[in-house]
């Protein structure tokens, strides 16, 4: 595996890459060709910094604290040329935007006044429909690669944050507003150098990234492994199976970060015999081990099931997936990484590459967290120490006074015969606090029979689950399926009482 020596700190190391082979190639776009080797993106990124210099908000946070820059771009070059130059910019933090994910203009103006975002660097197609919904902005100015930079009132009561924040990573907001986990650079390059070791990645590799660079998941496997450890990387926006595995035969691709709903699609196409893949690493999101077989059975190889979070970056990651103690584990921890479950079995995390800081949903900054990172899943050890995650602290419903976990009321759904998936969300009840609404794919309806918490009239049939960009089920989704649901057989209750 080459490697730059892992004390080297991030950005030295890529100066590195960029002095020993400027020729080399650091990112290809799939979609449009386009391509850029180190030294391209090293000037280009040393371009982009000087002219945000000359673009500093007109009103400052006091002292010497950091100036919050947004990022709102979709995969392409000009994400990692912005990146690089911001996180190049001493006064600088960069925000990650999901470009995406649905959100008006005036919701994203918002989350920045929030944070002090007073500059967003946006496609420049991006600008006019926002000036067109009055989503407060001061100027517009182009730059360089059909980009332009958004520049934004300040929010008098935006919070001043530490001068050696480099990276604000946003999380999904699925359960509300989206909070941050801060990071210095130090913390960036102790959790690539984690992974780096744990999964035997290095600069000889070549990764293939369909997951979103704005997503703590695609920006380590990304944009840090080809700064930190050089690793070329071949952005594809292409979610068909088939397409993904021409993809990684075209350009000899060596590392596929993916997510579950697509390793479950690449299960069922034709892979070639010969293929420099060596690791197909699965996160997001849980794994069931069925498709991890089925998707070893038609490529030939080991699907590693890997687990982190945006407040800690990886966590564990499973080395030896074909073992039979393996199968719905998450692995052990990564090198440097100790976990902890505490009394309930929750996960608690301690790492040099946990965040520094937390920006709370309400705008408030806590400047210093707890080391250890509670990360809200519930796990468990096995016998040969790999990890099982159990569930999250909120996935227990209250139902008559009963305590109800989800994960097990899915487990007993799957257990059907002809059920392919299934998910459970929680709706107010005024009779019994709670209930729980189920969603099944099923290769026959109605079911023979029901979990014991799940009513008959809660019980739904879909084509499939929803699920967001990071593979993660999308309960937001489910939750609103369940009200509009429950919003029907109310109406159709009233409609018989009229009737009657």
């Known amino acids: 595996m080459n490697a730059i020596d892992p004390s080297l700190p991030l950005l030295d190391a ?18 449009s060709g386009a391509s850029l080797t180190r030294a391209q993106l090293d000037r280009g990124a040393d371009a982009l910094r000087r002219r945000l210099a000359t673009l500093r908000p007109t009103t400052r946070a006091g002292g010497d604290g950091a100036a919050p820059i ?29 470009a995406t994910a649905a959100g008006s203009p005036m919701t994203i103006a918002a989350d920045c006044a929030r944070w002090g975002v007073t ?19 001061s100027a517009i100015a182009p730059l360089d690669d059909g980009l332009a930079c958004a520049q934004l009132p300040r929010a008098t009561d935006a919070p ?49 990234l369909g997951v979103p660079l704005s997503h703590s998941y695609g920006f380590d496997s990304g944009a840090l492994s080809l700064f930190a450890l050089g690793t070329p990387l071949i952005l594809t926006r292409g979610r068909h199976p088939g397409g993904i595995v021409r993809s990684l035969a075209r350009h000899g691709a060596t590392v596929l970060p993916t997510v579950p709903p697509i390793a479950r699609a690449l299960s069922v196409v034709a892979w070639p015999d010969a293929l420099p893949l060596r690791r197909a690493i699965c996160a ?16 030939g190889r080991p699907l590693h099931n890997f687990y982190g979070s945006t407040q800690t970056g990886g966590i564990t990651f499973e080395r030896a997936p074909e073992m039979g103690e393996a199968a719905g584990t998450v692995g052990v921890p990564l090198p440097g990484v100790d976990v902890a479950l505490d009394d309930d079995g929750a996960v608690r995390v301690r790492s040099a590459a946990n965040r520094r800081l937390v920006l709370r949903d309400d705008g408030s900054v806590d400047a210093q967290p707890s080391p250890a990172v509670v990360t809200g899943d519930l796990a468990a050890w096995t016998p040969s120490g790999r990890l099982r995650l159990t569930g999250r602290r909120t996935d227990v419903l209250k139902i008559a006074g009963r ?58 049939r879909l084509e499939r689950l929803p699920y967001t960009d990071r593979g993660k089920l999308d309960r937001a989704a489910l939750r609103h399926l369940a009200r509009q649901h429950a919003a029907r057989v109310t109406a159709a209750h009233a409609a018989d009482r009229v009737m009657s």
């Not at 690539?192 to 999964?199: E, L, T």
């Not at 997001?284 to 490529?299: D, H, K, N, Q, Y």
């Open 14 to 31: 890529f100066d590195r890459h960029v002095r020993d082979r400027p020729q080399a190639l650091a990112v290809l776009d799939e979609a």
């Open 119 to 137: 500059r967003m660097i946006v496609d420049a197609q991006q600008t006019a429909a926002w000036s067109s919904t009055g989503a407060p902005m």
């Open 403 to 460: 305590s109800v976990p989800i994960p097990a009321v899915e487990a007993a759904l799957r257990a059907l015969g002809g059920v392919r998936d299934a998910a459970v969300v929680g709706l107010p009840d005024p009779a019994r606090g709670e209930r729980a609404v189920a969603f099944v794919v099923a290769d026959r309806w109605p079911l023979p029979r029901a979990p014991q918490a799940v009513r008959r009239p809660d019980l739904h």
């Open 70 to 98: 947004g990022l709102m771009l979709t995969n392409r070059p000009a994400f990692l040329v912005a990146t690089l130059a911001v996180l190049r910019t001493p006064d600088a933090a960069l925000v990650l935007f999901d």
């Open 160 to 208: 001043d944050l530490p001068a050696s924040l480099a990276l604000i990573k946003r999380s999904s907001g699925t359960t509300g507003r989206p909070e941050g986990a801060g990071y210095d650079l130090e913390a960036l390059r102790s959790g690539i150098d984690q992974i780096a070791r744990g999964m035997a990645i290095g600069g000889d590799d070549r990764v293939l």
């Open 284 to 299: 997001g999101g849980a794994l069931a081990p069925a498709v991890a077989s089925a998707f070893c059975a038609a490529s």
